[in-house]
């Protein structure tokens, strides 16, 4: 989990490094298009700026020249001829509608053909007029008046005055022309201005403090006379010149009236909008040249590159987003792979031993209802992982796991505790012996039939306890109390407890035993029918400091179970070797020596091999080894041992069926077997005085007789037991009636006398 949340932060420092980025680009795109747009406006007004220079120079020339011709030679008071002068100079001037000559009191004396002078005497009866004739009377350069609806000639003009001075400075006369100033023709027709630029010409400010336009790009012959007689609005001026001072630092317009073109912004009052603006001014004309641009105009373009900008973005933050969603979903899926086998076994597909421990949840939820802990281990299992492999044990458990969700519920949760080692918490009746059956049905993998054993124990929720590892404990508890049995279940009692206790003692000093020298052996004579000795049986025997003496069936299992029954069996087979050597010599009789394997001891890989070489270097004669085997080892692991027992045959070694009877051998099984002895369990011979199952003992005799085995009768404690036993057909007697299991000098000291 915090693996996907450090994705996710990594994502959003991802995410907040791109958007800055973003950010940046957009900035420098805003700060690319502004430039660019400012550049380009201000390149305009450069050249609407030489353009206006240039055609009030040109027109102020042709006005003095026209002058002088006119007053030289008092030409003007020829009416004809000075109308065609004039009418020859408005043909080659370019953007002049019309000429005329006024005297200092702005009468006219004379006009170029074009304007009826009935219309107008003197031109100072318009205000307008009035304001710029006097100026220009004062000026020796030529003036730029204010832009009028000239009705001579119905148009509206920019008009253009220029005095005349005789030698000695005085005003003789003032020479006029009128500009033309329509949208179709002006001055600065053919300049084409792209992106919603405007031009704006302003005169300079009146006496009054005011601006005028002389020309306005954007007007139209409706709003003329709104655009050219009215003032600039003084909140727009005001901004004008509140952003300029900002900009510029400059406290009055005089300061930007130096020919140089000046990149600001102001606001349209009137309108509420704000527009980017070039400013240049003529100081030699007095006029300002603007060129505008919207603000809205720029913006969309802005817009326009935010929105490629935007898109790449987006597209780069979509792929991330889903690059990391897809990294975040194969976490979360790899998180959850690795949960799921976390609490589940991979070869069954249960729930594993952990998931009792790593969901929470679970205790929580099992309190709700009643349930049973049901602890099961198959019996001798490991055998078939060290005989035929761990792949083929794989299948045997795949077999079993298959049987056990068919016969549970699908609500009971099973788990695999360990390698063969199971859980079920059941939450209905389970019938247990059906279970058994289940598990002990024959299991075929790959040809190889296999028998299997199963010890399961139970406990009880809430009658057992209320915490779910002291169910667990005591399920485990039962089970190995079962296990004592094998193939049976056991439910979970006190009395458990307490064996449990002492199992947990015994197990923890057995661990010490053979280092502290604690065991020791005792052999049991074995009497021939004939009275001669025939050998003996070897036992173990344990004296603990802690715990006094243990017999074996108390700690034999432990050992089986806990592996340490290969240390101790190594060790009983050395020193039961050792002490029938010695006794040999000692009593100079050669007697046959029986030795009890463990399952697990028998089925360990090499057994034979080391037990062939430990006889090899003791030095005895192999023919006088018998090993006892259980009839349950037998029969459970039939296919792995029947290959082993030859082997022991043909190394010249004996091998005895001991307890039978107890067990469910089949005259089938028995043929196969390669023993040569059968030895019946003490149950049995305790009954023979009785008569209560003499049928069923002489049944066993017939049965070993007709397969000429050997038959040993163990714990005869009577005369009464022997005569009858010899009678059935026993061949070799043990127990109490001839001799109790012996230490080493004892058993020297018993065969002397016996043989006396």
């Not at 023709?185 to 005169?203: P, Q, V």
């Not at 296919?639 to 045959?649: A, F, H, Q, S």
Request: charged letters at 25%; hydrophobic letters at 40%.
């Amino acid at each position: 989990m915090n693996k996907i949340k450090n994705i996710w932060h990594l994502f959003y420092i991802l995410f907040s490094f791109i958007s800055i980025v973003f950010i940046y680009i957009a900035y420098l795109s805003y700060s690319s298009i502004f430039e660019n747009n400012k550049t380009l406006t201000s390149s305009y007004n450069k050249i609407l700026y030489n353009t206006l220079d240039t055609t009030l120079s040109q027109n102020e020339v042709l006005l003095d020249t026209l002058a002088q011709e006119l007053l030289d030679s008092d030409l003007y008071t020829n009416k004809e001829k000075a109308k065609r002068l004039l009418q020859k100079a408005l043909v080659n001037s370019k953007y002049v509608i019309g000429f005329g000559l006024t005297d200092v009191k702005g009468n006219l004396l004379v006009t170029s053909a074009n304007i009826d002078t009935t219309k107008v005497h003197n031109i100072l009866i318009n205000e307008e007029v009035k304001t710029t004739f006097e100026e220009a009377l004062k000026s020796r350069q030529m003036v730029v008046g204010r832009t009028y609806f000239f009705s001579p000639l119905n148009r509206w003009i920019i008009p253009v005055r220029k005095a005349i001075r005789d030698k000695e400075g005085n005003v003789v006369a003032v020479m006029a022309a009128g500009l033309v100033n329509s949208k179709e023709h002006n001055i600065f027709s053919g300049i084409e201005l792209y992106d919603d630029r405007t031009i704006s010409l302003l005169h300079d400010l009146d006496q009054h403090k005011k601006l005028y336009q002389l020309y306005f790009s954007q007007a139209s012959e409706t709003n003329y006379n709104q655009i050219y007689n009215t003032p600039l609005d003084k909140k727009t001026y005001q901004s004008f010149m509140d952003n300029l001072q900002e900009e510029f630092k400059i406290l009055s317009l005089d300061a930007i009236r130096d020919g140089n073109i000046y990149y600001t912004s102001t606001k349209v009052q009137d309108q509420r909008k704000i527009i980017f603006l070039a400013v240049s001014y003529n100081q030699k004309y007095k006029i300002w040249v603007v060129v505008s641009q919207k603000q809205s105009f720029l913006y969309n373009q802005v817009l326009d590159s935010f929105f490629y900008i935007f898109i790449l973005y987006l597209f780069i933050v979509l792929m991330f987003y889903f690059l990391f969603k897809t990294i975040d979903r194969k976490e979360k899926e790899k998180e959850a792979e690795l949960v799921y086998k976390a609490n589940h076994d991979s070869l069954t597909g249960y729930y594993n031993r952990d998931y009792l421990g790593n969901d929470p949840t679970l205790i929580e939820s099992l309190k709700q209802k009643d349930f049973e802990v049901i602890f099961f281990d198959i019996d001798n299992f490991k055998n078939i992982n060290d005989r035929f492999g761990h792949h083929i044990g794989d299948k045997v458990l795949i077999g079993i796991s298959t049987r056990l969700s068919e016969f549970f519920h699908k609500d009971d949760i099973i788990i695999r505790h360990g390698g063969d080692e199971f859980i079920i918490l059941s939450f209905s009746p389970v019938n247990l012996n059906k279970l058994i059956e289940l598990i002990s049905t024959p299991c075929i993998v790959d040809d190889l039939e296999f028998r299997l054993g199963v010890s399961i124990g139970v406990s009880r929720y809430p009658q057992d306890s209320i915490n779910l590892d002291e169910l667990l404990s005591m399920a485990d508890i039962a089970m190995h109390e079962a296990k004592k049995v094998r193939n049976s279940y056991k439910y979970f009692d006190q009395e458990m407890y307490r064996k449990s206790i002492e199992h947990s003692d015994i197990e923890h000093q057995l661990r010490h035993a053979l280092d502290n020298e604690e065991f020791y052996m005792v052999y049991q004579p074995q009497i021939s029918r004939y009275m001669d000795i025939y050998g003996v049986e070897a036992l173990i025997r344990w004296e603990n400091k802690k715990l006094g003496f243990i017999p074996p069936d108390k700690f034999i299992g432990i050992a089986e179970d806990n592996g340490m029954i290969l240390k101790i069996g190594e060790w009983i087979l050395r020193q039961s070797l050792n002490d029938i050597k010695e006794i040999w010599e000692l009593t100079g009789l050669k007697f046959h020596l029986s030795l009890n394997i463990s399952v697990i001891q028998f089925m360990e890989k090499g057994f034979l091999e080391q037990l062939l070489e430990l006889i090899s270097e003791i030095g005895l004669d192999k023919t006088y080894i018998t090993l006892e085997i259980t009839e349950s080892l037998a029969i459970e692991e039939f296919n792995y041992v029947i290959p082993l027992l030859n082997k022991v045959r043909e190394n010249g070694i004996d091998i005895s069926l001991d307890d039978f009877g107890t067990g469910y051998s089949s005259l089938s099984i028995l043929k196969k077997l390669p023993i040569s002895e059968l030895k019946i369990d003490k149950q049995f011979v305790d009954d023979v005085e009785k008569g209560n199952k003499n049928a069923l003992i002489k049944s066993i005799f017939s049965i070993g007789k007709n397969f000429s085995f050997k038959i040993v009768c163990e714990g005869t404690e009577t005369k009464e037991q022997v005569d009858i036993l010899k009678e059935y057909g026993c061949d070799i007697f043990q127990g109490y009636y001839f001799s109790k299991p012996l230490r080493k000098n004892d058993l020297v000291e018993f065969i002397k006398e016996f043989n006396d």
